[in-house]
């Protein structure tokens, strides 16, 4: 499997656990710094590389790209390139997952969150713009490290919001046959859900 935008492995330990082989991307250096750290049944291949735009030069049975990865991209452009990436990297009758923040899920946002651990307090604060139905969040953190001492983390975090209907016309524009999309919670329906997950068969 290809893990696009795998961040620090998350999944591909999952993954990795159940016997699948898997190849992780992602844009940042960091994060696929982090990934490599990480204990793995299977060894991944991980690499650094932007999911508009990447040549691995060999197709998998599955390709991936979650955890709203997608609303990451905020103009549609970046996202029928990355639709069109997973396409070339997606083997014939295989399959193509992702999931989505929708724009309600946006809009539904917290204005402000924080959260403590034993070992971290996080705050959360930002809005959502319903003309270009891009939410930007600020996100800073105090960590505690093992020896003691406290980093201090800030980071912008933009999603866009695209409907169901923009997903799944681009889906079918770059050639994958079949597409099921499901609510994430039993009692949604696509209209009311805050997020969804497309599968999209080659
Ligand atoms: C919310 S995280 C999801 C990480 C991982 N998929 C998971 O489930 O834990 C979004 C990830 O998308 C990555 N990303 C954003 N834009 C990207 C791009 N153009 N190409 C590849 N990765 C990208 C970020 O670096 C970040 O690791």
Avoid at 6 to 12: D, H, I
Avoid at 34 to 46: E, G, L, N, S
Wanted: charged residues 30%; proline residues 2%; neutral net charge.
């Amino acid at each position: 499997m290809l893990d696009i935008a795998c961040g620090t492995g998350v999944l591909t330990v999952r993954l990795a656990d159940k016997n699948v082989h898997v190849t992780g991307i992602d844009i940042n250096s960091e994060m696929i710094r982090v990934a490599k750290t990480k204990d793995y049944k299977i060894k991944p291949q991980f690499s650094v590389a932007d999911m508009r735009n990447f040549d691995l030069g060999r197709t998998f049975r599955v390709t991936g790209c979650f955890y709203d990865a997608i609303n990451h991209l905020t103009d549609e452009d970046s996202v029928i390139k990355a639709f069109e990436c997973a396409f070339r990297h997606t083997e014939e009758n295989g399959y193509y997952l992702f999931d989505v923040n929708t724009i309600k899920g946006l809009k539904n946002w917290e204005p402000f969150q924080s959260s403590r651990r034993d070992n971290f307090f996080v705050r959360q604060h930002g809005e959502f713009d319903p003309e270009t139905r891009i939410g930007a969040y600020k996100v800073e953190a105090f960590v505690k490290r093992f020896d003691g001492e406290v980093d201090f983390i800030e980071e912008i975090i933009t999603e866009k919001g695209y409907t169901d209907a923009f997903l799944r016309l681009e889906i079918a524009r770059v050639g994958f046959k079949k597409i099921l999309v499901k609510p994430f919670k039993s009692d949604e329906t696509i209209a009311t859900a805050e997020r969804l997950l497309y599968i999209c068969k080659k």
